[in-house]
């Protein structure tokens, strides 16, 4: 699930100022350029997640034995090649 730019930049926004609030960081680069990477790491996770999902949907849709998508089988099998492929691509 993509989010918009907007969201992305409020999240941004959100999470650098509670990092610095919270003393988690102390900025020693300039804050726009701190927000750039956040943002970055942001959309390549969730660029990850949408990579891992595709490729689980096309392994249950392989199976000789196809369960209907939102079945208990189906979410089960999901969840599981989810981890395996989070595992497998080093995201756990």
Do not use: C
């Not at 730019?5 to 100022?17: A, F, G, I, P, S």
């Not at 750039?36 to 392989?62: F, M, N």
């Not at 199976?63 to 492929?85: H, N, T």
Request: proline letters at 2%; zero cysteines.
């Amino acid at each position: 699930m993509m989010l918009s730019d907007e969201k992305v930049r409020h999240l941004t926004h959100q999470l650098y100022k509670s990092l610095v609030e919270k003393q988690i960081i102390t900025p020693i680069e300039n804050e726009e350029k701190i927000r750039k990477e956040i943002k970055r790491t942001i959309r390549e996770e969730l660029r990850l997640g949408e990579d891992i999902d595709e490729a689980v949907r096309k392994k249950i849709e392989s199976l000789s034995k196809k369960p209907v998508e939102g079945s208990q089988e189906w979410d089960i099998l999901y969840r599981k090649y989810f981890a395996e492929e989070e595992s497998r691509r080093g995201r756990r």
